[in-house]
């Protein structure tokens, strides 16, 4: 299994509050990502990174932002948590391998915002 | 924009029958990578099979194999063999033309269910 650690793994905070999920690799693979999973909707690509301090919005990126200042940690900030971000986020890892290069994803982390 | 759609909601198959998870896609771009994906209820992402736009063949993956349409821009999941342990959502993806990135866009997801 890829190395990949998120933290917390459950977490429910109230409207308004600052959040930080963690997502740790020790598997030194340039590029990362945070999801969002949501019934109906699949998953959803917030924000990416592919190498320190390079980090880029996804579809679904407002309210959110990230920063990379390692290798291998990737974190994603709600400044100001809303009802609409209870979630499950998921973390993933790819490496440049080819052409069928795929992507290993964390176990997630279930985000509730009363 | 690049889109994923997975039409069935759910799907029930007896225990060691075949069943085929339906996937279509629209992009304009020549080449992209197609993806299955299992999700079983402890909620991890299991990778299951892989298709490039440009394979000739149809990705197999075990029981699984990746029936690849493309022309009718399609790439149906078959399992084979149904097992218990295949019940589970399975998302298809797709990703933009390589950039060496792996930005998967999902499709909503199939529910599968093996009864015995």
């Known amino acids: 299994d890829a190395g990949i650690t998120q933290s917390p793994r459950h977490k429910v905070t109230e409207t308004g509050t600052p959040v930080t999920l963690r997502c740790h690799q020790t598997e030194n693979h340039r590029y990362m990502y945070w999801y969002r999973q949501d019934p109906g909707h699949g998953l959803r690509l917030i924000h990416y990174s592919y190498g320190v301090k390079d980090t880029d919005k996804g579809e679904v990126s407002d309210g959110y932002s990230v920063s990379r200042s390692k290798t291998e940690d990737f974190l994603l900030t709600l400044e100001s948590a809303t009802s609409s971000q209870t979630s499950v986020y998921f973390c993933?890892?790819?490496?440049?391998?080819?052409?069928?290069?795929?992507?290993?994803f964390g176990e997630g982390s279930r985000l509730t915002v009363l | 924009a690049q889109k994923i759609t997975q039409t069935q909601p759910g799907m029930f198959v007896q225990e060691k029958e075949a069943v085929t998870l339906d996937c279509t896609y629209d992009?304009?771009?020549?080449?992209?990578?197609l993806f299955w994906y299992k999700q079983p209820s402890s909620g991890e992402m299991i990778f299951l099979i892989y298709q490039g736009s440009y394979d000739e063949q149809n990705a197999t993956e075990g029981r699984y194999s990746l029936n690849f349409q493309k022309a009718r821009k399609s790439a149906n999941l078959v399992i084979s063999a149904s097992q218990l342990g295949d019940s589970a959502m399975y998302f298809c993806?797709?990703?933009?033309?390589?950039?060496?990135?792996?930005?998967?866009?999902f499709g909503t997801g199939t529910r599968l269910l093996v009864s015995p």
């Open positions: 992009t304009s771009d020549q080449s992209y990578g």
């Open positions: 993933a890892i790819s490496d440049v391998v080819g052409d069928t290069g795929e992507l290993f």
């Open positions: 993806a797709m990703r933009e033309a390589n950039t060496g990135f792996q930005k998967l866009v």
